[in-house]
């Protein structure tokens, strides 16, 4: 039987303008990722795959397989995407099985595969070899829409960021309304959560939010942030929803 190949070796690049220091969504580290991704993952020239046109500047890919690519959940992918969308940066098509995402005036970001050699130094090597990844990728690997097993294996996956997606909601709610506040954003401890939930259930979490909003101190005080950091101001581990739970009565007042 023959062995099949892994992916091949990429020595191919694309221009990143100095430019892109300005624009809009610089400063939005989730969106950024996204488009840089985007950007090379992007088909150098026009292809075709199993009947579909796939033009320059676009490629076939899945909400979860950019998720997985990313490292962002399911639902900062689709904040991304959108985001992008509502600037033009990208034009997005979806069908049943996979979408197409083209990036808008691709030519304006890479409008030669050929480097400026004023930009290269001498110790630089390039390769003018164009980008071809999309279809190199799909071919090679296939798309998880198009094989049982990857389809099986995407499902999965995205059936587990849906229950942390929902257990983190449902710990965020009863924060609110146990200390009567509107917190919406999870940036800062979705991370943290995700490490804390395999060692604590929901309810035990939920019991130290309680726990948390009798303490005269920290009634006022305490945030999610808070509640789940791993380490204190001098960098020792610490495990806050624990010590929350099982506090005894006024144990963490005046603690900082």
Do not use: C
């Amino acid at each position: 039987m023959k062995e099949k190949k892994g992916p091949k070796e990429s020595k191919s690049w694309v221009k990143l303008y100095r430019q892109f220091l300005e624009w809009e969504w610089y400063d939005d580290i989730n969106t950024k990722v996204l488009f840089l991704h985007l950007l090379l993952k992007a088909n150098y020239t026009d292809k075709k795959w199993r009947g579909i046109d796939i033009k320059r500047g676009s490629f076939i890919t899945s909400l979860e397989s950019l998720s997985t690519e990313t490292s962002l959940s399911v639902q900062q992918t689709r904040t991304a995407l959108d985001k992008l969308i509502s600037t033009n940066e990208i034009t997005n098509k979806s069908t049943s099985h996979y979408r197409v995402i083209t990036i808008n005036n691709y030519d304006k970001y890479q409008s030669t595969n050929k480097p400026d050699n004023k930009q290269i130094t001498n110790n630089q090597q390039t390769n003018n070899k164009p980008v071809t990844t999309t279809i190199e990728g799909i071919e090679g690997i296939e798309s998880i829409e198009y094989t049982n097993k990857e389809s099986k294996s995407s499902s999965k996956t995205n059936k587990k960021q849906e229950t942390k997606d929902k257990e983190l909601q449902e710990v965020v709610d009863y924060y609110n309304e146990v200390f009567k506040r509107n917190v919406k954003s999870i940036k800062g401890f979705e991370k943290n959560f995700n490490t804390w939930r395999k060692i604590h259930s929901v309810e035990d979490i939920k019991q130290a939010i309680k726990k948390g909003y009798e303490d005269s101190f920290w009634k006022d005080k305490l945030t999610l942030t808070i509640l789940f950091r791993m380490k204190n101001k001098n960098g020792e581990d610490v495990d806050y929803v624990e010590d929350f739970k099982n506090r005894g009565k006024d144990k963490w007042a005046g603690y900082k």
